[in-house]
């Protein structure tokens, strides 16, 4: 089936620095979104990016945060400074279009993001 | 059931026995996704049911929904050791835009 492409699959750095995570989403889709899992928990809504502006994002979507996609690259989350309670797992996905019963997604296998 | 729980639900079972998982959710919804993810591997749909369906089945897998009482079940027939994984409902919280909203989950643990 169509495939999510993450990378890297697990990254470890220094609270304070950036670090931008990569996604490749299924081709022809047109909504993107970033989604944020602590280990036990519920995976979480962060941010949904489409036509090249975020749409929605949700209150875990700090100020340190931001998404882009530029012309035919990955879709990147970047976090900048990072804080300790970023660690989490981040799963990108994208669905091909938004609505009522439409909104499948196809996720990625995450990146796992440690910040000591 | 997968709201309004703590942690995450838990469960261990051989290989041929059946197994059904609930969900409950908290706003109105048009349909239910659920979702199995395997270890390592990103969250997959695996079955979809909607509100003006009672019942959907998909292999050895089958959905209910009560949208009076505003919860799902997925149950699944002889199990296979391929089954283990954390099965998740989902639900579109009324703001498509916001993409979808995940239960705490349910992990399922098949034992040859």
């Known amino acids: 089936g169509p495939k999510v492409l993450q990378i890297p699959s697990h990254q470890i750095i220094d609270m304070g620095q950036m670090v931008t995570l990569n996604c490749d989403p299924v081709s022809n889709h047109l909504y993107f979104y970033w989604y944020k899992q602590i280990l036990g928990q519920q995976m979480e809504f962060l941010v949904n990016f489409y036509n090249g502006k975020v749409m929605e994002k949700s209150k875990l979507f700090k100020d340190q945060f931001s998404v882009e996609r530029p012309d035919g690259s990955y879709f990147t989350l970047k976090i900048q400074p990072t804080a300790l309670e970023d660690s989490a797992v981040y799963f990108c996905?994208?669905?091909?279009?938004?609505?009522?019963?439409?909104?499948?997604?196809?996720f990625g296998a995450g990146t796992r993001l440690s910040v000591l | 059931s997968q709201w309004g729980e703590e942690n995450l639900q838990a469960l261990s079972i051989q290989e041929g026995e059946d197994v059904t998982m609930n969900c409950s959710y908290k706003?109105?919804?048009?349909?239910v996704q659920w979702y199995r993810q395997k270890s390592g591997k990103g969250p997959a749909l695996i079955i979809l049911i909607r509100s003006n369906e009672r019942e959907k089945r998909s292999g050895r897998l089958r959905a209910t929904l009560d949208t009076s009482s505003q919860s799902s079940s997925l149950s699944i027939t002889g199990t296979l050791a391929t089954d283990t994984a954390v099965y998740f409902c989902a639900t579109e919280e009324g703001n498509y835009a916001q993409g979808l909203t995940f239960g705490l989950g349910t992990r399922v643990s098949v034992f040859p």
């Open positions: 996905a994208s669905s091909p279009r938004l609505g009522e019963s439409q909104n499948t997604l196809y």
């Open positions: 706003t109105y919804t048009t349909v």
